[in-house]
């Protein structure tokens, strides 16, 4: 499953942003912004929806299965979580896990 | 909440909101909320910050009436963006007043507009000089450690308020289990957001599990912030001056704003200082446990830290629903849900640490 919202969502939004915008700004450089807005348009559509799945249904299951006793599972457990999380960060925030 | 900061898309109406609230159609009615024969408004201004209420800045010069002076006052009102959570404006401005009654830094209480159909509700406090961002005090790399006892002390101040006035009444009778509730909401958001968009959190779900396993049996309830972290307290050279934004004020354990404030997603650009970005937290300890008379130690915030980090991925959730669910073509709002990952991560290493 991809991070909501996901690319093509957040490339809407972020065309809608800059196009209401066009009006606070000179007219010398609407041309400039529409095209921008123009390529963020195209780039959404060619984007493959969901490029960033992750099988996390599965991994939800184990989650909600796994003995809490069981100190062993649960850290192989957690070691999973911490492979899909920075998985999902490489796309969101790569420089984040370093950060911190 | 006031750290996701941004605007709505297409909100040309900063500039228009700011003259609205300084025309002289609201001079008379600011006249009228302060008790005074006039009122004149010589400079408004928008305040940064704000997703949830605004801030106005107002410079005016009252005649007549108990505030008659030229004052700096903060007008706050609703703004577009909304979290299910917040108070209304009447509510936040009565815990405001009790705050400042039992000697929490805060602005001074001016008045109260219950809101009519013509202007909506808002209130009125005295402007105080300092900075809140979280991101600028957290960049200063000198010793903040008195300053952070101070704001441990000032939080056992607030949590004192153990009989409220009847101004509070709204608050209703503190439950007997405030952390069990809040978690079982957590829960509850957690499932609709699945439901809605299909996207599994296994994540947040051991963060549950994890909480779950250790949430108290038995507890005291205390008022507390809700939000008691740098970016709502205004500081000046170390001095802590005021706390602000009460529309999440409520009936909790008094751990929860100690967690709040030490959590990892409150570090802003120190990571590496628990306490807010600031320090350490046996000085937040310090101050709190000395006018509390109790004796926190910092392992015992692990729990409250993992909750705060918790409460955070939820309202993202229901931000980025508003976007998806609810039409709201917000950037703000979308940016928001893919905050996700990184608050997942920092629940992954607090809980992580627990596994031996």
Same mark, same amino acid.
């Given at each position: 499953m991809?991070?909501?919202?996901? !690319?093509?969502?957040? @490339?809407?939004? &972020?065309?809608? *942003? /800059?196009?209401?915008?066009?009006?606070?700004?000179?007219?010398?450089?609407h041309?400039?912004?529409?095209?921008v807005?123009?390529a963020?348009a195209? !780039?959404g559509r060619e @984007?493959?929806? &969901?490029?960033? *799945? /992750?099988?996390?249904?599965?991994l939800?299951?184990?989650?909600?299965?796994?003995?809490?006793?069981?100190?062993?599972a649960?850290?192989?457990?957690?070691?999973?979580?911490?492979?899909?999380?920075?998985?999902?960060?490489?796309?969101?925030?790569?420089?984040?896990?370093?950060s911190? | 909440m006031?750290?996701v900061?941004?605007?709505?898309?297409?909100?040309r109406?900063q500039?228009?909101?700011a003259?609205r609230?300084?025309?002289a159609?609201?001079?008379?009615?600011?006249?009228?909320?302060?008790?005074?024969?006039r009122?004149?408004?010589?400079?408004?201004?928008?305040?940064?910050?704000g997703?949830?209420?605004?801030?106005?800045?107002?410079d005016?010069?009252?005649?007549?009436?108990?505030?008659?002076?030229?004052?700096?006052?903060v007008?706050?009102?609703?703004?577009?963006?909304?979290?299910?959570?917040?108070?209304?404006?009447?509510?936040?401005?009565?815990?405001?007043?009790?705050?400042?009654?039992?000697?929490?830094?805060?602005?001074?209480?001016?008045?109260?507009?219950?809101?009519?159909?013509?202007?909506?509700?808002?209130?009125?406090?005295?402007?105080?000089?300092?900075?809140?961002?979280?991101?600028?005090?957290?960049?200063?790399?000198g010793?903040?450690?008195?300053?952070?006892?101070?704001?441990?002390?000032?939080?056992?101040?607030?949590?004192?308020i153990?009989?409220?006035?009847?101004?509070?009444?709204?608050?209703?009778?503190?439950?007997?289990?405030?952390?069990?509730?809040?978690?079982?909401?957590?829960?509850a958001?957690?499932?609709?957001w699945?439901?809605?968009?299909?996207?599994?959190?296994?994540?947040?779900?051991?963060?549950?599990?994890?909480?779950?396993?250790r949430?108290?049996a038995?507890?005291?309830?205390?008022l507390?912030?809700?939000?008691?972290?740098?970016?709502?307290?205004?500081?000046?050279?170390?001095?802590?001056l005021?706390?602000?934004?009460?529309?999440?004020?409520?009936?909790?354990?008094?751990?929860?704003?100690?967690?709040?404030?030490?959590a990892?997603?409150?570090?802003?650009?120190?990571?590496?200082?628990?306490?807010?970005?600031l320090?350490?937290?046996?000085?937040?300890?310090?101050?709190?446990?000395a006018?509390?008379?109790?004796?926190y130690?910092?392992?015992g915030?692990?729990?409250?830290?993992?909750?705060?980090?918790?409460?955070?991925a939820?309202?993202?959730l229901?931000?980025?629903?508003?976007?998806l669910?609810?039409?709201?073509?917000?950037?703000?709002?979308?940016?928001?849900?893919?905050?996700?990952?990184?608050?997942?991560?920092?629940m992954?290493?607090?809980?992580g640490?627990?596994l031996?």
């Open positions: 991809a991070d909501r919202p996901e !690319a093509r969502e957040l @490339l809407g939004v &972020a065309r809608e *942003a /800059l196009l209401a915008l066009i009006g606070d700004v000179e007219p010398r450089h041309y400039t912004l529409r095209m807005a123009n963020i195209i !780039a @984007l493959v929806p &969901a490029a960033n *799945a /992750l099988p996390d249904t599965a939800m299951q184990r989650v909600v299965d796994c003995d809490a006793a069981d100190t062993v649960q850290q192989a457990l957690h070691r999973e979580l911490v492979a899909v999380t920075r998985a999902r960060l490489a796309i969101s925030n790569p420089k984040f896990p370093d911190r | 006031s750290a900061g941004g605007a709505q898309v297409g909100a109406g500039g228009s909101a003259a609230w300084g025309s159609a609201f001079a008379a009615r600011l006249a009228a909320t302060t008790g005074a024969s009122a004149t408004i010589a400079r408004c201004e928008q305040l940064a910050g997703a949830i209420q605004q801030n106005f800045r107002l005016v010069d009252l005649v007549g009436g108990p505030w008659a002076s030229q004052r700096q006052l007008l706050r009102t609703g703004a577009a963006s909304k979290v299910a959570a917040s108070r209304p404006c009447n509510e936040e401005y009565a815990l405001l007043a009790a705050a400042h009654a039992a000697g929490v830094a805060t602005p001074q209480p001016i008045a109260l507009h219950p809101g009519d159909a013509q202007w909506p509700a808002f209130m009125l406090m005295t402007f105080v000089a300092g900075e809140a961002s979280g991101r600028r005090l957290t960049r200063n790399a010793d903040h450690s008195r300053l952070v006892e101070a704001i441990g002390a000032n939080l056992a101040r607030l949590q004192a153990r009989a409220p006035p009847p101004s509070l009444a709204f608050l209703g009778a503190p439950p007997a289990r405030p952390t069990r509730t809040l978690v079982d909401g957590y829960r958001s957690i499932a609709q699945q439901a809605k968009t299909g996207d599994a959190r296994p994540v947040l779900a051991w963060t549950l599990r994890w909480l779950d396993a949430v108290p038995r507890e005291a309830c205390v507390v912030h809700r939000d008691y972290r740098v970016g709502n307290l205004m500081i000046d050279a170390d001095r802590l005021a706390t602000l934004d009460w529309e999440f004020a409520g009936w909790g354990n008094p751990l929860e704003d100690l967690g709040w404030f030490c990892p997603c409150w570090r802003f650009t120190r990571p590496d200082r628990e306490a807010g970005g320090a350490a937290i046996d000085h937040l300890l310090r101050g709190y446990n006018v509390a008379g109790t004796a130690q910092p392992q915030l692990c729990f409250w830290q993992v909750l705060a980090q918790l409460r955070w939820v309202i993202a229901q931000q980025a629903l508003r976007f669910d609810a039409g709201e073509r917000s950037l703000e709002l979308a940016l928001t849900g893919r905050m996700l990952p990184e608050l997942e991560w920092q992954l290493a607090l809980t640490d627990t031996g």
